[in-house]
């Protein structure tokens, strides 16, 4: 598709420039490279070595001491939904991870007990399966024992888990639900957390136009978001850190963003890791605003501002990948289409009928 | 906890000639060349940035913590260890860049 329509488009900038306002009456007036072409200032190789790094993955990890069952991952879609894994028997994993919001909650920063405001964005779970270590700080070193945290934080749901343990344990349609997905096994605060994780991990983007355009359809995004994805691995440098197929590195960066929150460094006390947070996915990131950690920046365009700008704070331990970009109206017009196209369309995820 | 110890000889550097007794580990797409290695005591261990992006080797192993803080794209640090013992070597940055050290006479 692609040469032929720069061939076209040739032609007609040949023709027009001897008939002086042959394109404002010919068909092809409505032509826009940014709409339905290419916009070549980056050279093609480039574009293709870039493209190889983003193919999706076949499969879904699974850990070896969590391997996936339809079972597993039933008992953990319940239990994942199910308020009455909290003390008040009102909030669930949901409540913060709402696949409304593409598995945020939609505000700058969560919301625990009560009202109680939290400091840090509620991050997604989309991709998870393929992260490393959890919680924008990493502290936990797994979904298995990620799951379990904020059911017993006080400030979240709040509920000590062997009294959780109880709650569960006391209805019967769980355990049924646990019989089938962990036969011979206890119901007890392991089997909940490898449910939970299970089913977490189940939650991945589909296929998204940029996939589609990975995988060799080249209208399947515009011409304005092929130059957004060159400027994203060229001149922007979006890729040091959002890289791969999930658009993370799963890395920990300090972006300069204000405020006393230490992030990683509270958890590793390196220079480097003072003020960094982990890289988000960039999968469906235009269904999670506001953004970063601490949701500060409210859509996309501020996001291509705030990393145009170099960040906010220039301190010690910011990463060196922050500086000042120099980008045009254009060019950020253009990422912000590109990032757009990361967007895939999933069917609504249905909620669980709840074991009495 | 990160302080330097005294068994513990830090150097860093971006031009870093190889002796005999060095090993050299890279660090390229995101990786450690190496999972594993032993080293003598006293043996240099030089990390060498091949990647795109900025490192940052470091290990919280009691007794043989360490950081060999941020290092840019081409630049090289270097680490020898006086005492044997077996040290868990990460990247602060990429969590998954892990290396296991042995350090045995």
Redesign the interface.
Known sequence: MKKPLMRVLSLTLIVAAYVPGMLHSSPREEINPRETGSIDSTPAQARLEWKEKYRRPANIPFPEGNSYSKDREILGWTLFFDPRLSRTNSTSCATCHNPGFSWGNGLSRGVGLGTNQLKRRSPTILNIAWA??LFWD?RADDLEQQALDPIAAPGEMNQPLDKMIRTIDGIVGYRLLFARAYPGEPLNEKTVARAIATFERTVVSGEAPFDKWISGQDNAISGAAKHGFDLFNGKAACA??H?GWNFT?????DIGIEGSDRG?GVR??????QF?FKTPTLRNADQRAPFMHDGSEQTLEDVVDYYDRGGDVKRLGL???IVPLHLSAQEKRDLVDFLRTLTSIDKPTEVPLFPR | MLRTILSTLLLTTTAMPMIAADHEISQANKAFSKSEITIRPGERLIFKNDDEVTHNVYSVTPGMAFDLQRQAPGASSSISFNKEGTIAVQCSIHTKMKLIVHVQK
């Not at chain 1, 590195?249 to 960066?253: A, E, L, P, R």
């Not at chain 1, 590793?268 to 890791?273: E, G």
């Open positions: 490393d270590l990493g040091k850190c890289s590195d799963n890395g920990f960066h990683r590793l006390p390196l220079a480097a890791m960094a990463a060196p990948e």
